[in-house]
């Protein structure tokens, strides 16, 4: 498309850019640039077009993304070509993602970089560390208050430390995904300290008041994300004697995008960090990047347009580079940060699947798959050249954001049933071998989230006190039955370090004042690695989950219909126990694989017929691709043994589904 307005003002930006830039041979960025400038310019102008400095800042941007495509290594430039050419990449079904903290999993990232091996036993191939940069020495919400977005925390390692250890994992065919924490810094940042320090370039990067006007107008429409710990949205700052927005701890300052400075900073720093090395970059809380007086400050349009920019920049200087959304709101809000259109309103490539994460919670706690079915069909439907990040733990907690109305649809009333999970896995529940917390209780609305390891919730800690082998077992089926989900969905499975050994929760935080009061903490393990060692021991619960897992993950690399094209059908069988998908192969009318899952604890039977015509297949040659056994059948029904997942195919040489 040829426009006039963004094509002269192009020709003007060249014209007048840095010397130093002007002079270089910059052909590849040139002809991105030229492609992406009509929306980059469009956005911009959108976002900041009121401003007198308009002009100023549009040279600016476009400096520092060639700033930081000459600085970017001919490694880097040449992945970012491979990357163009198969632009799909990242689609396939044999990435299978582990988030981990360094501190927790080996001290640090040198430490991280020896245990690369041990990660690849398993399978693991895109390896996500969280917060590196530096943070307080005391509070910093476990790394996401960042103090300096330059520079690695010295308490696990330095910028060498990066850049030998995403070598590293690069040799070995493995991707390093970093955070970026967008929506705010430290309050040890230098820029919060130049704006304490009165300069008004600085405190115009934040939000700051005189008084309480604003924030109070502010409140009336506003969340409180940590109610208990950091009630209301802004702190009073004793040294500026001002007001300041503080949407999640005190300490956490939220940075102010409607200020072009601002947008052009975070973007260096995204650059930054891709220059390092990092294949992708997760960039945090990207829901609460716009605020406005009158709503929740959640899911704003201009949130999104600040997406837009930020992929359609990076596009220019590193298209290699993906994006993870870490926006964990509601079912219809999340897909949004996918963006609107592939070409010209892409947002972020991979977006955390908080849905499915808290309906397979759902299905486990009530052994009854009605409310995941309800709340997968109600998900509108995403990009193609998007994918899920699918996970069952993170470091964070469990958020119940599952929609009202599906949870009607599925028989329960709300607040009842978001209490009934609550009260499950905190325990408090007859019968339940949950052993997690209540985490971010809301006295005022009723609300309340759930933190606690992924074994502890399942019960495994419990069991294991009891020394009840039965209930270890079950706990062992039933993790495996949670990670079985995530492989074959359809989407990027993200594993949660130490799940893959059963990691109980780690009660230790309660001893540092700075973790105490936040229990997510129990979630956040210090790898204990004699244990880690009993996965060698045949029939202890590492062996089985470490087994188990590494078996799925290697079958669910050689299964291309589990690759996300959005092939993905689910089937109603009339059974309410059972979650029974189909996925097929784009490329392979043949490689159909029919999901089945059991989330009771009593043997169930699904009739084939549920299939419909789905395939012309004998049913006596049904094989399950993960066990390389064939499923018992009675006549035409399928039976599948409590906690039981099945990934069927049919074994007849060349006959699939
Ligand atoms: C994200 C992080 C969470 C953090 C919050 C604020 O949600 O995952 O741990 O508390 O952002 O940075």
Known sequence: MYEQVSHSLLNQILDEIKPEIRERDLRHFYTRLGANFYVIHQLFHYLYGKREDFKKQMIHLVEVMATRYIQRHISLKQLDSERERDHNWFLSQEWVGMALYADGFADDLQGVEKKLPYLQELGINMLHVMPVMVCPEGASDGGYAVSDFRNVDPRVGNLDAINILSSSARKRGMLLILDMVLNHTSDEHEWVQRARAGEKKYQDYFYIFDNRDVPDMFEETMPEIFPETSPGNFTWDETMQKWVMTVFNHYQWDLNYSNPAVFIEMLDNNLFWANQGADVLRLDAVAFLWKKIGTTCQNEREAHLILQLMKDCCQVTAPGVLFIAEAIVAPV?????????????????????????????????????????????????????????????????????????????????????????????????????????????????????????????????????????????????????????????????????GDEIGTLNDRSFLNDENKAGDNRWLQRPKIDWERAERRHQHGTPEQRIFNGLKKMIAARKGIPAFA??????????????????????????????????????????????????????????????????????????????PFQFYWLTDERPDVGF
């Open 333 to 497: 809000e999340i897909t949004k940060y996918f963006g609107e259109d592939a070409v010209i309103a892409k947002e972020c490539e991979i977006a955390y699947n908080a849905t499915y994460m808290a309906l397979l919670w759902d299905a486990v706690a009530t052994k009854n798959t009605q409310l995941l079915r309800q709340g997968i069909q109600s998900l509108p439907t995403k990009l193609d050249r998007a994918t899920w990040l699918n996970y069952l733990r993170c470091h964070d907690d469990i958020g119940l954001g599952f929609d009202d109305a599906d949870i009607v649809r599925a028989g329960y009333q709300p607040a009842a049933h978001r209490q009934f999970l609550v009260d499950y896995y905190t325990g408090r529940y007859n019968d339940s071998p949950a052993r997690g917390q209540p985490f971010g209780v809301n006295h005022k609305t009723g609300d309340a989230r759930i933190s606690g390891s992924l074994a502890s919730l399942v019960g495994l800690e419990s069991a294991i006190e009891s020394n009840d082998d039965i209930a270890i077992e079950r706990s062992v089926k039933v993790i495996l039955l949670m990670h079985s989900m995530i492989c074959s969905f359809g989407g990027i499975p993200l594993l949660y370090y």
């Open 564 to 641: 996300d094209f959005n092939n993905r059908e689910l089937i109603d069988v009339e059974n309410p126990h059972l979650f029974v998908f189909w996925r097929t192969d784009p490329f392979v009318p043949l490689g159909s694989v029919l999901v089945v899952c059991n989330f009771d604890d009593s043997p169930q039977y699904m009739e084939l017929s549920a299939l419909g015509n789905r395939g012309m297949f004998e049913y006596g040659n049904l094989k399950d691709i993960y066990s390389g056994e064939s499923p018992r059948l009675f006549k035409d029904q399928l039976v599948v043994p």
